[in-house]
């Protein structure tokens, strides 16, 4: 698959070095981080087509924005995820969908094989290869072996997700030893990744640091990534099953005993080890970190540090509009709100939007050509089409079936204007609720002949179909339960392409006021739907009229802006990881 040709902008000349010695404090930041003490980002999910690594949703897309926001601002960054021998890919089969496994080899993404490192599960030793790429400041540096399989292969207290996240933490561990770097700081995205941090405290004791040392030596260099609202979802694992996989690979008796010690009626969350470990800890949106509920091992409410999640907007942006942005000052070379870009975006106006656009709109269809719809059909737009999308997971709590309750209604918000609506994402294996949800959603389309030709299912979705869907569509429908919905990225790359955004009240898009974008909101399910259709209709009113498309785009980008920028969520990590 041609995944490139839009993505990964070249790195421009660093032109103004002034400014880049302020946008990261490097002088402050060298003191810290090194080329041989680098940042180390540790992700069990990490999604970047462009190097070979598919990942699930917005956790992997995060990962790989992080790496690449480094990778612009010159900052020393070691990103460590297995690298998966197979990945799913989503088919049409028959009435219904299905999935098919596709190999996936590294040797065809340009790392290189490094060596290989050993850890021990079950009574045996497992060879896990090592690879690394480097790009600019920062590498990928990848666990692998065939016996992997995919990404969530089983399910989340299994053994094979034990299996896949000690060889993360142990084995990436290792393999960052084995390239000769000690890392300045370790943030873990998500619980998943805390083997990582246990196998450092392994290694301090074991090298005769005192075990209480060692354990405040971790905890400062150590950032916990929350991106889960409630502890008590999270998947338990056995003590059993730690003495397998877990314990064959602590050399330190100390470390064995803090770590059996925290298991209650022999069963274990990795939160509740994770916040022990780790004494930096963040959410990923303002609400989220409020709202997000964990208590540690005294029972004590954990306080999570909001840094919202950001996106790369050099990866996300169409290449037009983003040179228009920078043209205007609108951003930065780091891709941040530069200081008066309020005014500039009064330099946006309807011709240049509509024109920005077109273009978007070309890129969507060049993409499209391999994502036929629900029918088999290669969908292809004019200028002039109206389209709504909505593209994420699909799981429940994002309600993807909801604009189709009442499909009457529905249609009568299409059909005025001949509008389109894109639905896309993909069932997660063995949901067969959302399998059931998505089934009946195509059946209510298929009985309606205007829908029938005007609503699309798009198989597999992945990130070069919602880059192409950002860039060409006109709204985007986000509707998360308000309160579930963590920070959510897909709509930053909505709202930086120039679609109006229209969304619940929840995740990032809750950092600023609800004014900045149109608000569905309702104090029942009733309400919220009739709420949504009046969004819908508003939303083409505004593409409609030279004037409101103005005023809505200049004011939702200077709302959200500051909140989509990459640099800014780095720059925020960095404050708080190394305050002054
Ligand atoms: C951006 C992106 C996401 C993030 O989705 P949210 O639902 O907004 O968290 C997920 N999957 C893909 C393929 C993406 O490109």
New binding site residues.
């Given amino acids: 698959m041609d995944s490139g040709r839009y993505f990964s902008q070249p790195l421009e000349n660093i032109e103004d070095i002034d400014v880049f010695e302020e946008a990261v404090d490097r002088k402050k930041l060298t003191r810290r981080v090194s080329e041989e003490r680098p940042y180390t980002y540790w992700t069990l999910e990490y999604?970047d087509q462009d190097n070979g690594i598919r990942?699930?949703?917005?956790l992997?897309?995060?990962a790989a924005d992080m790496r690449r926001v480094a990778e612009r601002m010159n900052v020393p960054f070691v990103l460590i995820t297995p690298f998966y021998p197979r990945e799913v890919h989503q088919v049409r089969r028959k009435e219904t969908y299905g999935e098919l496994y596709a190999e996936c080899d590294y040797r065809n993404f340009d790392y290189r094989l490094v060596d290989s490192v050993f850890i021990k599960c079950c009574g045996n030793l497992c060879k896990l290869d090592v690879i690394e790429k480097r790009l600019g400041s920062t590498r990928i540096l990848c666990i692998t072996e065939p016996g992997f399989r995919e990404l969530y292969a089983d399910a989340s207290g299994s053994d094979h997700r034990l299996y896949q996240e000690v060889a993360l933490g142990f084995g990436g561990y290792a393999a960052l030893k084995l390239v000769g770097l000690r890392p300045a700081v370790m943030q873990l995205n998500e619980v998943a990744t805390f083997f990582a941090a246990l196998a450092r405290l392994d290694e301090l004791v074991n090298n005769g640091m005192d075990f209480y040392e060692a354990m405040v030596y971790t905890r400062k260099h150590t950032l916990y990534t929350n991106h889960t609202l409630v502890q008590a979802a999270e998947a338990e694992f056995g003590a059993e099953q730690f003495e397998r996989f877990v314990l064959p690979n602590l050399k330190s008796r100390a470390v064995r005993k803090w770590l059996m010690d925290k298991f209650t009626d022999g069963r274990l969350r990795l939160s509740t080890v994770t916040i022990e470990i780790a004494e930096l800890r963040s959410g990923v949106s303002k609400l989220h970190a409020r709202v997000a509920n964990y208590r540690d091992v005294a029972g004590e409410k954990v306080k999570f540090k909001a840094i919202t999640n950001g996106?790369d907007v050099y990866r996300?942006v169409a290449p037009q509009t983003l040179t228009f942005y920078r043209e205007c000052g609108i951003i930065d070379i780091m891709g941040r709100p530069t200081a008066d870009y309020g005014e500039a975006l009064n330099k946006l106006t309807s011709d240049e939007i509509r024109h920005l656009k077109a273009q978007g709109r070309a890129i969507l269809n060049e993409i499209l050509a391999d994502y036929p719809d629900q029918n088999g059909v290669i969908l292809q737009f004019t200028e002039g089409d109206f389209i709504f999308d909505f593209?994420?997971?699909f799981v429940d709590y994002?309600r993807p079936e909801m604009p189709f309750a009442d499909i009457r209604r529905l249609r009568e918000v299409l059909e005025p204007r001949g509008a389109h609506y894109i639905l896309t994402g993909r069932v997660h294996s063995g949901d067969t609720r959302m399998m059931g949800v998505l089934s009946e959603v195509l059946d209510k389309i298929a009985t309606d002949d205007y829908l029938r030709a005007h609503v699309h299912y798009l198989a597999d979705?992945?990130?070069r179909?919602?880059?192409g869907l950002s860039c060409g569509c006109n709204a985007a429908i986000?509707l998360p339960i308000v309160g579930l919905?963590?920070?959510?990225?897909?709509?930053?790359?909505d709202v930086a392409n120039l679609q109006v955004l229209i969304s619940t009240n929840d995740?990032g898009v809750a950092d600023v006021d609800a004014k900045y974008h149109l608000d569905v909101r309702g104090v029942d399910f009733d309400e919220e739907l009739a709420s949504l259709y009046a969004r819908m209709r508003e939303a083409i009113q505004i593409w409609d009229s030279d004037f409101d498309l103005e005023y809505v785009m200049r004011e939702q980008l200077y709302g959200f802006l500051p909140i989509v920028s990459g640099a800014r969520m780095m720059q925020e990590y960095l404050d708080y990881i190394f305050p002054a």
């Avoid at 919905?485 to 790359?493: H, I, L, R």
């Fill in positions: 999604y990942g699930g949703g917005g992997g897309v995060l996106i996300w593209k994420r997971r994002k979705y992945d990130e179909l919602a880059f986000n919905e963590a920070c959510g990225t897909s709509w930053e790359k995740g």
